[in-house]
């Protein structure tokens, strides 16, 4: 490895160990190191921050928790639990590739929306509507997730039908009612295209006359996504040892959370926040819409009937509106949800099993509001990835306020965020 790199790397490391480990850092910081060579048109070759470099430029993450092991892998809620296995040891380069790809509208027919239009860095890497229009204006089905830690999921999308990252790209892509696009249509654009053209050949070490395919921008889409990592939060500061990272109000919250009354960390388990399993909790309905059957299609099993992946809550404050289809608009709403009592919220006409970690925690109003304290200090954009100054099309990037608002104005000219959520039975 040369010195210039082994230095770059010393560094990236050094500083991802020193916020983890630095008491006085209560608030997450943005860094431009390991991005020395940013530019449009040329691809980053030292890996993001928070990960180490091997002599061959892939890139492997780093994190305090690989002191922690878990009991049997799965964890078990407490602060010293490990992370499960993340996707790592994508090449910085290809990981650069990736990100413009996230950012360029040529991924879309008609160049009109990017992976970012849905999944904006600003919100969350989620769109702060209820559910996100689609390239012709339509709202699809269900809300759109935060990515980040996404590289640490094995089961992908609400209802858990995809199980990997490169399968789960192609959705989108191809989805006539999200980004709509076809494999020929998107292969000759970008095959038309000089810029990607070269990089591809640099990032996956080509040769001149090259076509860039389809698994090819599908591996870069992934390697990117896998970098999001989010583990720098004041909670992983407290986690990792620092008392003082949390004040009385959010350690109580946190102790509500774990504890066995609200049971939260069950689902949600530290320090992923999810335990990567599916659930049925009875979210309630958006009115107007059939019954969400979430995970029963996906397994063809009826006892799975109106379940959903667990999700992370990690960067939760920084992605409302809440659950599947965008439920709740504000984070209280969606704890206070689960102390409503149990499956008040499914439609009279649906038959499903709640799961039995869901009861009557009977929580006073203070205690709901400890719980979204300590939900709060689960918040780190620290590794955000910079959004490129222009991508490689050329085309003009896209964000999720301008691509909404267009949609809105083509709708009915009035805005359609927050539909009203239908609760049948108890309160
Ligand atoms: C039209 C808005 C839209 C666009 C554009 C879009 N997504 Fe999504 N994305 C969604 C929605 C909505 C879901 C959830 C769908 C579901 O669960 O049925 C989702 C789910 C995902 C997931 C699963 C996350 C999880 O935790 O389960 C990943 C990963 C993802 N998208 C990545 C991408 C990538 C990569 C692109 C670009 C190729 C992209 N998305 C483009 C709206 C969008
Ligand atoms: C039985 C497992 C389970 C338990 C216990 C549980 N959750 Fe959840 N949680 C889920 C599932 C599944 C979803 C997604 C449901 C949906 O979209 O319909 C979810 C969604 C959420 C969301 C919205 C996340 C997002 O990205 O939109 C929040 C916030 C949340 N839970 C907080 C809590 C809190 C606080 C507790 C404890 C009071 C708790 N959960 C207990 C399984 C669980």
Known sequence: ??????????????????????????????????????????????????????????????????????????????????????????????????????????????????????????????????????????????????????????????????????????????????MGNSPEVLLKDMNANSTYSRLFIEAFEGRDGDMIELDQIVHALTAFQSTLVSFNSRYDQYALGYHEALNKNEIEGLNLFRSFVARCSECHTPPLFTNKQTAVIGTPITQGLPYDVGAEETYKEPTMRGAFKVPTLRNIAKSAPYMHAGQFSKLRDAVEFYNKGRGHAVPKDQTVRVHWHIWEPNLKQNEIDRLVDFLGTLTDESFMPKTPVQVPSGLAMVSSDEFQSKMMNKQTGKPQIAQSVVTTGKR
């Not at 296995?85 to 991924?107: C, H, M, Q, S, T």
């Not at 789960?168 to 999200?178: K, M, N």
């Open 1 to 178: 490895m040369n010195r210039v790199l082994s230095v770059v790397i010393f560094v990236v490391v050094s500083i991802g160990a020193a916020i983890l480990l630095m008491p006085e850092q209560k608030q997450s910081i943005s860094y431009t190191v390991a991005s020395p060579e940013e530019g449009p048109l040329s691809l980053n070759r030292y890996c993001p921050p928070g990960f180490s470099q091997d002599d061959e430029g892939n890139c492997f993450f780093e994190s305090m928790y690989a002191n922690y092991t878990s009991i049997q892998g799965s964890g078990l809620g407490g602060l010293k639990d490990g992370l499960p296995e993340i996707r790592d040891g994508f090449n910085a380069k290809v990981i650069d590739l990736g990100r413009f790809l996230f950012f360029d509208p040529i991924l879309s027919k008609d160049g009109v929306m990017s992976c970012a239009t849905c999944h904006d860095p600003k919100k969350g890497f989620s769109d702060g509507i209820d559910r996100s229009f689609g390239v012709h204006g339509e709202k699809v089905a269900r809300s759109s997730p935060s990515l980040w830690n996404v590289g640490f999921l094995d089961r992908l999308f609400w209802d858990a039908r995809s199980n990997s990252l490169e399968e789960q790209a192609e959705g989108p892509l191809f989805a006539a009612d999200e």
